[in-house]
Structures are given as structure tokens and as C-alpha cells.
């Protein structure tokens, strides 16, 4: 039942996220349209964090490096080769998947706090260097560009200049993001994954290379996040080094946390949740980082699953079974140790 | 004549100052139950470490049934035909039963596509299946792992550890934290697939040992004390005296 539950919720958001440029506009003419284009972008960079450490089990607190490989990538390629939208935004995907491949190769030797900690050595290196190679970065400042077509031929011509086509454009490339990371994560792959997060050492036993399972992740997350970038960029017509800094990284780990990890949209509401109340708390209280980090901490204390949790449990509540099905016949009478 | 089902040369593992194995040099036949006993710290575990490459050795060799181990990593000796349970059971807790079956059945396939869903494969379905009737948890196949009891855990772990038909099984203290009946279950279990797989059993059940095992290895402080049949081995007072004799006071 629950299942048959989840794919109506997907329709129903499916066609809320198609019908938004329709009904956001009536309260704040293209605001939150932007909004929520914004959300579905940044949504992607904590989906990055989310293959990482909801499906190997890699705590990561530098996919911001990915990010602003994804937003240079696309911003270098327009400026200098003359790029359009699609080749911008390949160029930002396959920069930070090779950023992702170089780094990899160390990072995933590593575990627990020191794979953590290399992530956020890596992205200091690369936003420090980003910093200093101002001629080429703008570093501080940043690298302003106008941004292509996104479609221009046989008379129509699609730019982001409009708000609309803009959203429908990230929406439509989010959405095939999440399709195709679906097809993985139920794949063979998808298994190994979670076999790896699960228990490393059993996932080696059965024969799994744990350390090639968990360099494609990386480089997966690499490129999730390079997409994320380069939309980023072409949202903003912009790219800056201060996108690579760790406090980015940390604030898409925290809204895939707080959405669910090793669940697929988890991140997605995570992200939407927090951002959502960031514009509407910081247009009254300036200090309105406590409030999303007490916001944080609550979802973190009473539902330590994040939202997707909450969602599940409440979805078992009401087909009237309890989340993890206890086996009525076993465990009593023989108590594990 | 065929290759022994684990040959060990000088296989040596030192921790700091402590020689947790020391030297071990053995050769266990094909075909037989072989069991190693000892007291706790006698380097059982870490000599199915060095075997399974977990563990590095420092110095000597692992062979089995003729396949050199030494220095492999450990999914390669797993795809070797070499498969073991862990001391604390170890299984993926947050899959259900039937997907830590596959996802065992599926790395020794080899099959690793990134597109297709993991239930259209047909013959592996069917063997996950199997494996799962084979150890008698058919009823718990879409129950997640870690509500699973004790005695269940441990035969989850067996059938992972079948999925890549292995020609060598070790098993480290299988029935160790079992109730009488699971026991049972369990030594039953063990000896059926001991028909067709040669096994290596470490276990401090003595009842369970002098049961099944065809060939008995007693490992003192890293080395091999002694080894012969069950009669052999509980006729020989050196082993008397250092621990079957010993064991009755531990409990
Ligand atoms: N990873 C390790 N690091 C340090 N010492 C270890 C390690 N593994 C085992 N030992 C030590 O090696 C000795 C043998 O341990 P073990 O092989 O587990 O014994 P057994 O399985 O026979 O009870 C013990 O003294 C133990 O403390
Ligand atoms: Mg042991």
C-alpha cells in the first residue's frame, strides 16, 4: 500500500513542480519562482553529499569543490571557447568529474573522519587557489558572463532571461538527474552501494571491491554536483571561488540530512524545507541562521531519519504496520548477546 | 592427487611484540571436516584473517586447492572460492534478507550494470531463492536483517558466504551465542554443506567439535600444538593439560 502512496505523492509533486511558474507568480511575480528553481539546483548538490553518505556510507563536507568545478567549468567554456547552454553545462559536469576522479583516488582510501576531513582539505586547497588566480577566476570577485540561448533555432529561441523558461529548463535537467540516479540506485550498482554502506567489511567478503565501488560514487557525487554548479552559474551568470569555500559543502550536508539520507528525494525536501525558511525568516530577523539551526537540530533530534523518515513512519502508521516488521515468532526466546 | 584444501607455509602475523601467529606451517586435506581449537588469543581468528587477506601476513604463504592467496586482496580470495563467517556475525543489517542474498550472489556474478533494475535478473533471482530455502529462511526473505534473531543472523551469514560456491568455508565459532536448539539447527546445517565444500571450523564447543570434525588442529600461543583425529586429540595429554582441561574451568 504504501508503495502505491509514494507513487501518487510523486505524481502530485510532479505536477505541483510543473504547474509552479502557473501559481507563484500571483503572490510575488517571479520571486519564488526563482526560489524554487534555486531549491531544485541546490537540491542537486545535497543529493552529492547523499550518494556519498546515504548510499556508501562516506561523510563528505567538500562537494562544494565539485560545485564550483561545475560553475567554472560552464563559465570558462562560455567566456573563452564560446559555449553554448548544453556545451556550458557539459563542460561544468565533466570539469568536476574529473576534479572528482583525481580526488577520489586519495579520499576513498580513507573512512569515517578521515575521509571527512581530506574532502574539506581538498576544497580549501582548490578555493584558496581559485582565490589567487584571480586572472583566470576573478576569485573574489567573480566572473560575470551573459548567458547563451538555451534553444535557438527554426524561429524560437529560448533564453533564461525569462524567468519561466529558465525554471522549466533546471526543472527538466533535475528531473533527469533524479530519473537516471533512480536507474542506479535500484541497479546491481545501486546494491553494491548500499551493501558497501551497510557493512564494509561483509561487502568485502562476498567479493565486492569496496574501494572501486566507492571511487564511482565519488565520482558520480563529483558529477552531480558539477551539474548543480554549472546550473548555478547559468542562474546567476556568475561563478565565483566563494562557492567552493567548506561552509557551502556544510550547508548541503545539513539539508540532506535533515531531508533523509539513503532516500532518493530526501534531500530534495531537505533543501526545500531549509531554503524556504531562510527567505522567509531572513526578510524579518537578520539573525535567522539560529533559527534554521535550531530548525536543524530539531529535525535532527525528533526524526533522526530526516523528513523522508517522518514520511515513511507515517506512512506505515496509517497501513497500520510498524516500520521494521519484528518478527512476532522469533528473538524471544533466544535472545541475541 | 589432488591439491590440499588449505596448505600454509611459515605463516607468520606479529601485533607489536605479540606473535599472534608464529610460524604456522599446515596442510589440511581435501574432503574433510578439519576444526581448530584453542584457548581464547590463540590466533584462530587472526589465522583466518592472514587466509582470507584481511590481514597481512608477515612473513610465509596461503594456498588453496593449488590457488596461491598470499597477498591477494580479500574480494579476490573471495572470488577464488574462499568464503567465510566472522566470529560476530556480520550480514547487511538495513537490507531485507533477500537482498543481502543477491547483493553476495550478484558480486560473484559479476554483474555490476548501472541501468537495469536488480529484479530482472531472472536466474539470479532463482538462486537467491535457493540459497535462501537452503538455510531455512524463506518466511524472513523481505525482513530486514537486523530484526532478525540470533540464530537467524548466523544463517544469513552462511548463505552469503555459499553464494560464491566456495570450494573453502571457514567458519569462525558458527554456533558460538546460540541456544541449545539453534545449535542444533546450525551443526546440522553445517554438516550438510560439508558434504559437497571442504570446511575449517574454529569452535570452543567441544561437543560440537568432537561431533563433526573428521580432523582436529589445537593452536596454543600462535602455533600448532597439536593435531590428529578426535581420538587422537583427547587421548593426547599435552593437550590435556593445556586445554581441554582448562576449558571445563573457563565456563
Ligand atoms: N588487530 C589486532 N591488533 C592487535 N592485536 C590483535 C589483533 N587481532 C588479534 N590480536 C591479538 O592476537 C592474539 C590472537 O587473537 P585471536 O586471533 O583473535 O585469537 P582467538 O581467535 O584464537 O581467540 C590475541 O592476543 C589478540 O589480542
Ligand atoms: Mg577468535
Same mark, same amino acid.
Given at each position: 500500500?504504501?508503495?502505491?502512496?509514494?507513487?501518487?505523492?510523486?505524481?502530485?509533486?510532479?505536477?505541483?513542480?510543473?504547474?509552479?511558474?502557473?501559481?507563484?507568480?500571483?503572490?510575488? %511575480?517571479?520571486?519564488?519562482?526563482?526560489?524554487?528553481?534555486?531549491?531544485?539546483?541546490?537540491?542537486?548538490?545535497?543529493?552529492?553529499?547523499?550518494?556519498?553518505?546515504?548510499?556508501?556510507?562516506?561523510?563528505?563536507?567538500?562537494? $562544494?569543490?565539485?560545485?564550483?568545478?561545475?560553475? =567554472?567549468?560552464?563559465?570558462?567554456?562560455?567566456?573563452?571557447?564560446?559555449?553554448?547552454?548544453?556545451?556550458?553545462?557539459?563542460?561544468?559536469?565533466? %570539469?568536476?568529474?574529473?576534479?572528482?576522479?583525481?580526488?577520489?583516488?586519495?579520499?576513498?582510501?580513507?573512512?569515517?573522519?578521515?575521509? $571527512?576531513?581530506?574532502?574539506?582539505?581538498?576544497?580549501?586547497?582548490? =578555493?584558496?587557489?581559485?582565490?589567487?588566480?584571480?586572472?583566470? /577566476?576573478?576569485?573574489?570577485?567573480?566572473?560575470?558572463?551573459?548567458?547563451?540561448?538555451?534553444?535557438?533555432?527554426?524561429?524560437?529561441?529560448?533564453?533564461?532571461?525569462?524567468?519561466?523558461?529558465?525554471?522549466?529548463?533546471?526543472?527538466?535537467?533535475?528531473?533527469?538527474?533524479?530519473?537516471?540516479?533512480?536507474?542506479?540506485?535500484?541497479?546491481?550498482?545501486?546494491?553494491?552501494?548500499?551493501?558497501?554502506?551497510?557493512?564494509?567489511?561483509?561487502?568485502?567478503?562476498?567479493?565486492?571491491?569496496?574501494?572501486?565501488?566507492?571511487?564511482?560514487?565519488?565520482?558520480? $557525487?563529483?558529477?552531480? %554536483?558539477?551539474?548543480?554548479?554549472?546550473?548555478?552559474?547559468?542562474?546567476?551568470?556568475?561563478? #565565483?571561488? #566563494?562557492?567552493?569555500?567548506?561552509?557551502?559543502?556544510?550547508?548541503?550536508?545539513?539539508?540532506?540530512?535533515?531531508?533523509?539520507?539513503?532516500?532518493?528525494?530526501?534531500?530534495?525536501?531537505?533543501?526545500?524545507?531549509?531554503?524556504?525558511?531562510?527567505?522567509?525568516?531572513? /526578510?524579518?530577523?537578520?539573525?535567522?541562521?539560529?533559527?534554521?539551526?535550531?530548525?536543524?537540530?530539531?529535525?535532527?533530534?525528533?526524526?533522526?531519519?530526516?523528513?523522508?523518515?517522518?514520511?515513511?513512519?507515517?506512512? %506505515?502508521?496509517?497501513?497500520?504496520? #510498524?516500520?521494521?516488521?519484528?518478527?512476532?515468532?522469533?528473538?524471544?526466546?533466544?535472545?541475541?548477546? | 592427487?589432488?591439491?590440499?584444501? @588449505?596448505?600454509?607455509?611459515?605463516?607468520? *602475523?606479529?601485533?607489536? &611484540?605479540?606473535?599472534?601467529?608464529?610460524?604456522? +606451517?599446515?596442510?589440511?586435506?581435501?574432503?574433510?571436516?578439519?576444526?581448530?581449537?584453542?584457548?581464547?588469543?590463540?590466533?584462530?581468528?587472526?589465522?583466518?584473517?592472514?587466509?582470507?587477506?584481511?590481514?597481512?601476513?608477515?612473513?610465509?604463504?596461503?594456498?588453496?586447492? &593449488?590457488?596461491? @592467496?598470499?597477498? @591477494?586482496?580479500?574480494?579476490?580470495?573471495? *572470488?577464488?572460492?574462499? +568464503?567465510?563467517?566472522?566470529?560476530?556475525?556480520?550480514?547487511?543489517? &538495513?537490507?531485507?534478507?533477500a537482498d543481502?542474498v543477491r547483493?553476495a550472489v550478484?558480486?560473484?556474478?559479476?554483474?555490476?550494470?548501472?541501468?537495469?533494475?536488480?529484479?530482472?535478473?531472472?536466474?539470479i533471482s532463482r538462486r537467491v531463492a535457493d540459497l535462501i530455502?537452503?538455510?531455512? @529462511?524463506?518466511?524472513?526473505a523481505?525482513?530486514?536483517?537486523?530484526?532478525?534473531?540470533?540464530?537467524?543472523?548466523?544463517?544469513?551469514?552462511?548463505?552469503?558466504?555459499?553464494a560464491?560456491?566456495?570450494?573453502?568455508?571457514?567458519?569462525?565459532?558458527?554456533?558460538?551465542?546460540?541456544?541449545?536448539?539453534?545449535?542444533?539447527?546450525?551443526?546440522?546445517?553445517?554438516?550438510?554443506?560439508? *558434504?559437497?565444500?571442504?570446511?575449517?571450523?574454529?569452535?570452543?564447543?567441544?561437543?560440537?567439535?568432537?561431533?563433526?570434525?573428521?580432523?582436529?588442529?589445537?593452536?596454543?600461543?600462535?602455533?600448532?600444538?597439536?593435531? &590428529?583425529?578426535?581420538?587422537?586429540?583427547?587421548?593426547?595429554?599435552?593437550?590435556?593439560?593445556?586445554?581441554?582441561?582448562?576449558?571445563?574451568?573457563?565456563?
Amino acid at each position: 500500500m504504501s508503495a502505491a502512496v509514494n507513487r501518487a505523492a510523486l505524481l502530485v509533486l510532479a505536477a505541483a513542480l510543473l504547474a509552479v511558474p502557473q501559481f507563484l507568480p500571483l503572490l510575488n %511575480a517571479g520571486f519564488w519562482t526563482n526560489v524554487v528553481t534555486e531549491i531544485l539546483i541546490w537540491s542537486l548538490l545535497a543529493t552529492s553529499v547523499n550518494l556519498l553518505f546515504g548510499y556508501v556510507g562516506l561523510l563528505s563536507f567538500g562537494q $562544494a569543490l565539485y560545485f564550483g568545478f561545475g560553475m =567554472y567549468g560552464a563559465a570558462l567554456a562560455v567566456t573563452h571557447w564560446n559555449a553554448g547552454f548544453w556545451g556550458g553545462t557539459l563542460a561544468g559536469i565533466v %570539469a568536476a568529474t574529473l576534479m572528482a576522479v583525481v580526488a577520489g583516488v586519495l579520499a576513498v582510501r580513507l573512512t569515517w573522519h578521515y575521509f $571527512a576531513i581530506i574532502t574539506v582539505v581538498f576544497s580549501l586547497i582548490f =578555493y584558496f587557489a581559485a582565490m589567487s588566480a584571480k586572472p583566470i /577566476t576573478g576569485g573574489d570577485d567573480g566572473l560575470s558572463f551573459s548567458a547563451p540561448p538555451v534553444f535557438d533555432a527554426f524561429g524560437l529561441k529560448l533564453t533564461l532571461a525569462d524567468t519561466v523558461t529558465q525554471y522549466y529548463v533546471v526543472l527538466g535537467l533535475t528531473a533527469l538527474c533524479y530519473g537516471l540516479l533512480w536507474l542506479i540506485l535500484r541497479s546491481p550498482l545501486g546494491l553494491r552501494f548500499e551493501a558497501v554502506r551497510e557493512n564494509d567489511r561483509r561487502a568485502r567478503l562476498i567479493g565486492i571491491n569496496v574501494y572501486l565501488c566507492r571511487l564511482t560514487a565519488f565520482i558520480l $557525487a563529483g558529477a552531480v %554536483a558539477g551539474l548543480a554548479g554549472a546550473l548555478f552559474a547559468f542562474f546567476g551568470r556568475y561563478a #565565483s571561488a #566563494s562557492y567552493m569555500f567548506y561552509h557551502v559543502s556544510g550547508e548541503a550536508t545539513v539539508w540532506a540530512i535533515v531531508g533523509g539520507v539513503g532516500t532518493l528525494l530526501g534531500p530534495l525536501f531537505g533543501t526545500a524545507l531549509l531554503i524556504v525558511f531562510r527567505e522567509l525568516v531572513s /526578510t524579518v530577523w537578520e539573525n535567522y541562521l539560529f533559527a534554521v539551526g535550531a530548525l536543524t537540530v530539531l529535525v535532527v533530534m525528533f526524526a533522526p531519519r530526516g523528513l523522508a523518515g517522518l514520511w515513511s513512519d507515517g506512512l %506505515a502508521k496509517l497501513s497500520g504496520r #510498524s516500520a521494521s516488521q519484528p518478527d512476532p515468532q522469533a528473538g524471544a526466546a533466544e535472545a541475541p548477546r | 592427487m589432488t591439491a590440499a584444501a @588449505l596448505e600454509t607455509r611459515n605463516l607468520t *602475523r606479529r601485533f607489536g &611484540g605479540l606473535t599472534a601467529v608464529d610460524d604456522v +606451517s599446515m596442510t589440511l586435506a581435501s574432503g574433510r571436516l578439519n576444526a581448530i581449537i584453542g584457548p581464547n588469543g590463540a590466533g584462530k581468528t587472526t589465522f583466518f584473517n592472514l587466509v582470507t587477506g584481511e590481514l597481512r601476513a608477515d612473513a610465509g604463504s596461503v594456498t588453496a586447492h &593449488g590457488v596461491a @592467496l598470499t597477498n @591477494l586482496p580479500p574480494h579476490r580470495i573471495v *572470488r577464488a572460492g574462499v +568464503s567465510r563467517t566472522l566470529q560476530i556475525k556480520s550480514v547487511f543489517g &538495513g537490507l531485507t534478507v533477500a537482498d543481502n542474498v543477491r547483493a553476495a550472489v550478484m558480486a560473484h556474478e559479476g554483474v555490476m550494470s548501472p541501468f537495469r533494475s536488480i529484479l530482472s535478473y531472472g536466474a539470479i533471482s532463482r538462486r537467491v531463492a535457493d540459497l535462501i530455502a537452503e538455510v531455512g @529462511l524463506e518466511r524472513y526473505a523481505d525482513t530486514k536483517a537486523q530484526t532478525l534473531s540470533y540464530g537467524d543472523v548466523a544463517l544469513l551469514e552462511l548463505a552469503l558466504a555459499l553464494a560464491n560456491e566456495p570450494k573453502l568455508l571457514l567458519l569462525d565459532e558458527p554456533v558460538c551465542g546460540m541456544g541449545p536448539q539453534e545449535t542444533e539447527r546450525a551443526v546440522a546445517k553445517i554438516k550438510d554443506v560439508a *558434504r559437497r565444500t571442504d570446511v575449517v571450523i574454529i569452535e570452543h564447543d567441544m561437543e560440537v567439535v568432537f561431533s563433526i570434525a573428521d580432523h582436529i588442529l589445537v593452536m596454543a600461543q600462535g602455533a600448532i600444538l597439536a593435531e &590428529g583425529t578426535p581420538a587422537e586429540i583427547s587421548a593426547n595429554a599435552k593437550v590435556q593439560e593445556t586445554y581441554l582441561g582448562a576449558a571445563e574451568d573457563e565456563d
